[in-house]
């Protein structure tokens, strides 16, 4: 039996492209989880509102794509700097399911809303790039998969390289460690926790963008959040290089799966993994391990 | 002190206490009397609501006695519905068993998958053990859809009518029989439990898990019961789903009725049997008013019918994040807020 080496490659191209894209939506669970300790599962709806308020300005409004990319960041950072001060802050301290089931509902809400606005059909976004096929060698690759591949690396690599050498980093690192002390340090606790929810969401809406334009959008592409939530938790929830390595891995894995298995074993490869994760590494690959103190 | 005085009290006391017992033995009675004319009382359509109801408060239940009680939530409690239903649905295709058999052994294959479930998942707690029901909930689900020689894939099982001495209980007018009293049942069960040794090592579990272990609880053991006696409550509420609905697919328990449960237990106020069985009533209903009051806009709002779905997730959403944030003790405490002062005045 011979192998289809340009088969295997496609494939693999295909499954780092995917993988790239649930990076870049993992920084934005990773930033917040670091700062506020909160696993924000509306992380996928804000994703989708970010594609929706996208395609909202690109094809009905009729904007140019220019002026509709920065305007949806900045709606991104809006609505996340709101949701932060009006409901999160007021919910500090309370237990950390309680805060999950609070994103949950605002997950929900936001599922209603742009049902509402703009109906329950799926929608194509209108494409940034060409729709010429880009040839790696032999190997096909769809040329959205490239752009979205190498956006998602471009923001990854800038928030490593922020994270490392930006000064307010230390804020954030700060914070994260331990809030009351940094706050006795005369570091601005509360708004470092707003920035972490502003620039998270930004990030999820324009990544909104990217997985829009790969794969259409729909009101139910909030699904994928739940699909990161997973790569994040393997790669441990406060680790960015964690996220990027299980990110890429899992991207392959479903690649694959999703090829040689049929599509049904897609999602089901990723919680195993989950499953198997938790089970040797509750805190994930490249996460800290949490001590319980009485 | 005087002999006399210690009389006075314990006269008042005796007093106070006669008065509550008689309350309550009215309130009891009463509601014994509804039970039993209910059926024939209310229309079909209002039996198919109580019936509805009923089944949710099982299933809640099960969630409170794992969450509410032991501080351990679960995403993953519809799956375990789900083993209940299709339980029942196989027995009932290859045995033809009566659903008194049926129904407990629902309940009991639940549980028995719950321990399953549980023994890795319970490594990790608070929202680690949350997503870990998640990824085991998919799991299930998926077995559920790909199984085809077991399950029929995604096109499910039919239930046939439950049989009862030769009556066919196919109307919510004769289900309600059995599934309002195993409703009963299971909730005076759960809530005497935790005037036991078991159901006080929930809850000193859920205060404190470290200090419930220094005290001599063994963990992991007491986290499992839990589990199991949740999905217990979760396969007998999904067996009787499946006796009411008498179709199961792998779309009838999907992950949003897993949320559905935690957010019932949230708005009707948590850790609380009461709270349970109000939020059940209470997140069933909702939909259904509704869905009656956008309809009765019809005349004004062009497309009211079409936009009730849409309505329905949005004030589903807001029920969860405004019960947490505003009154995380839920309807329960809400109620007791309003009652308090005509209480008061009684005794006074």
């Not at chain 1, 752009?147 to 923001?155: C, E, P």
């Not at chain 2, 062009?302 to 009730?308: E, F, K, P, R, W």
Request: glycine residues 10%; proline residues 4%.
């Amino acid at each position: 039996m011979t192998i289809d080496w340009v088969y295997l490659l496609e494939i693999t191209l295909s499954g780092i492209g995917a993988g790239a894209l649930m990076a870049v939506t993992g920084v934005a669970f990773v930033l917040i989880y670091r700062v506020t300790r909160v696993v924000n599962l509306a992380i996928g709806e804000t994703l989708m509102l970010g594609a929706y308020a996208f395609f909202g300005m690109t094809s009905i409004l009729g904007w140019p794509i220019l002026v509709a990319v920065p305007l949806v960041i900045v709606g991104g950072v809006l609505f996340g700097a709101g949701l932060e001060r009006t409901i999160i802050r007021p919910m500090l301290g309370q237990s950390p399911v309680s805060v999950f089931m609070v994103t949950i509902g605002i997950g929900s809400i936001i599922v209603g809303v742009v049902q509402l606005i703009w109906g329950v059909a799926p929608h194509r976004l209108i494409s940034i790039v060409s729709e010429k096929p880009v040839f790696i060698g032999p190997a096909y690759v769809s040329s959205k998969s490239i752009v979205s591949f190498t956006i998602a690396a471009a923001v990854i690599t800038f928030f490593l390289l922020v994270l490392r050498y930006w000064r307010g980093s230390l804020h954030l690192k700060a914070t994260a460690s331990d809030a009351g002390a940094a706050y006795s340090c005369g570091i601005n606790v509360p708004r470092v926790y707003l920035l972490s929810w502003a620039v998270a969401s930004a990030i999820a809406c324009a990544a909104g963008i990217l997985v829009g334009m790969v794969g259409g959008i729909s009101p139910e592409m909030g699904v994928f959040g739940l699909s990161v939530l997973c790569v994040v938790i393997m790669g441990g929830l406060d680790s960015i290089l964690g996220t990027l390595v299980v990110a890429l891995f899992v991207g392959l894995i479903d690649a694959f799966a999703g090829s040689f298995l049929g599509g049904e074993f897609k999602q089901i490869s990723t919680f195993t993994l989950l499953l198997l994760m938790l089970w040797v590494r509750p805190h994930g690959l490249f996460g800290t391990a949490e001590i319980d103190r009485l | 002190m005087t002999p006399a005085t210690e009389t006075d009290i314990s006269i008042v006391a005796a007093a106070h206490v006669g008065r509550g017992l008689s309350y309550r033995r009215l309130l009891w009675g009463v509601s014994a009397v509804l039970f039993v004319i209910a059926p024939f009382l209310f229309s079909e359509y209002w039996l198919y609501w109580v019936c509805l109801i009923a089944i949710n408060v099982v299933s809640a239940t099960g969630l409170n006695i794992l969450w509410g009680y032991t501080g351990l939530a679960s995403l993953g409690h519809a799956a375990f519905m789900a083993v209940g239903a299709y339980s029942v649905a196989l027995l009932d295709k290859h045995l033809g068993w009566s659903f008194l058999i049926t129904v407990p052994l629902g309940g009991l294959f639940a549980a028995a998958v719950g321990l399953l479930v549980a023994i890795p998942s319970l490594r990790v707690r608070g929202l680690y053990l949350a997503i870990a029901t998640i990824a085991a909930s998919v799991i299930l689900q998926f077995i559920f859809s790909n199984w085809d020689a077991v399950t029929n894939g995604m096109k499910g099982l039919v239930v046939q009518p439950a049989h009862f001495m030769g009556v066919q209980l196919d109307q919510p007018r004769l289900l309600y029989w059995i599934i309002v009293p195993t409703a009963i049942v299971l909730i005076k069960m759960a809530s005497n439990l935790f005037r036991t040794r078991v159901g006080r090592a929930f809850i000193a579990i859920r205060d404190r898990d470290i200090s419930a272990e220094l005290i001599g609880i063994p963990l992991f053991k007491y986290k499992l019961l839990s589990f199991g006696l949740s999905s217990f409550y979760a396969g007998v509420a999904g067996a009787l789903w499946a006796y009411f609905f008498r179709v199961v697919t792998p779309e009838s328990f999907p992950i949003e009725t897993s949320i559905f449960f935690l957010a019932v237990l949230i708005v009707g106020g948590i850790g609380t049997i009461g709270g349970g069985i109000i939020g059940a009533a209470f997140m069933t209903l909702v939909p259904e008013l509704l869905r009656i009051s956008l309809t009765a806009l019809g005349p004004w709002m062009a497309n009211s019918a079409t936009v009730i779905p849409s309505v329905r997730i949005i004030v589903f959403g807001v029920l969860i994040v405004g019960f947490l944030r505003l009154e995380p003790q839920g309807l329960i405490e809400l109620i007791g807020r309003i009652k308090r002062p005509f209480l008061k005045s009684r005794v006074s």
